[in-house]
């Protein structure tokens, strides 16, 4: 088998809907059914229980944005490493915000992407699990295209046409995502090193004395150092002790 043939290509097959519940229940339902092939991507024009990182919601106008959710099938991945995942879809969703726009964007711990401190895009990871071994994975993202309105709540969203003041053809920004994820995935499995330097570099707030709240509801001053092997934030705090956060456990203030 030639090495080209092992290369799974994110978005080769895709099956479309006009409207779902969302792309990832739908994803998970597949897997239930039957195997599909790794890469396989599902899209929607609207979702109507969309969801983000912690059960919160993902609001989108119907026809603006892209919704997606692809399938993979990281059996290499130790579960130890499973935060490679998020790794290599920021990487990804940074690397087209790049190409298609010429945004420079930045990775916040763990799962949304941030350009000029806001938010124009998000990820949902769902692993299933075997033991201690990943079997399957479903990623979701939804990245804001040409949305230009938002609900009153979502005071730190912005879009790629908000930005850029044009409309993007979204089956161009869904092409050029999908060819990223399939680079990323590929490093993912080869050279985990690029990830972890360009992620290291992409992090959000990283070097900057910040106002967080922890798990006890107390504000503190803290300095993201970086990320340790778990996927946890490692944080400096003024006081001078060094922790580590799980997700739940801190919010960006």
């Known amino acids: 088998m ?30 239930r059914q039957e195997k ?16 983000g990182q912690m059960q919160n919601n993902w609001h989108s ?13 990281p059996t290499f991945l130790p579960l130890s490493k499973a935060f490679y995942l998020n790794k290599c879809v920021s990487l990804a969703l940074v690397q087209v915000l790049a190409e298609v726009a010429d945004l420079e964007a930045e990775v916040k711990w763990p799962n949304d992407i941030y350009v000029n401190s806001q938010k124009i895009a998000g990820i949902l990871i769902q692993n299933t699990l075997q033991g201690d071994r990943l079997i ?11 949305q230009t309105r938002f609900n009153a709540d979502l005071t730190r969203a912005t879009s790629l046409s908000l930005l850029k003041s ?7 920004v869904l092409a050029a995502l999908s060819r990223a994820l399939t680079q990323r995935y590929q490093e993912m499995k080869n050279n985990q090193e690029i990830l972890d330097r360009e992620y290291h570099r992409l992090l959000y707030r990283r070097g900057v004395w910040s106002t967080y709240l922890d798990e ?10 970086g990320i340790d ?7 400096l705090i003024k006081s001078g002790e060094s922790r580590s956060f799980a997700h739940s ?5």
Do not use: W
């Open 2 to 31: 030639s090495k080209e043939s092992n290369v799974c290509q994110v978005g080769k097959v895709r099956k479309h809907y006009a409207e779902l519940r969302s792309t990832n229940d739908t994803a998970l339902l597949l897997l």
């Open 36 to 51: 599909p092939p790794e890469g396989l991507v599902i899209t929607t024009d609207f979702q109507q229980a969309g969801r």
């Open 61 to 73: 106008d119907a026809g603006q944005n892209i919704l997606m959710s692809t399938i993979l099938y």
């Open 136 to 146: 399957s994975t479903v990623v979701g993202i939804g990245l804001n295209v040409n």
């Open 229 to 235: 092997p778990d996927g946890k934030l490692k944080m």
């Open 166 to 172: 044009k409309t993007f053809d979204r089956a161009e």
């Open 249 to 253: 456990e801190i919010k960006f203030i």
């Open 216 to 225: 006890k509801q107390d504000l503190f001053q803290g300095m993201i150092e």
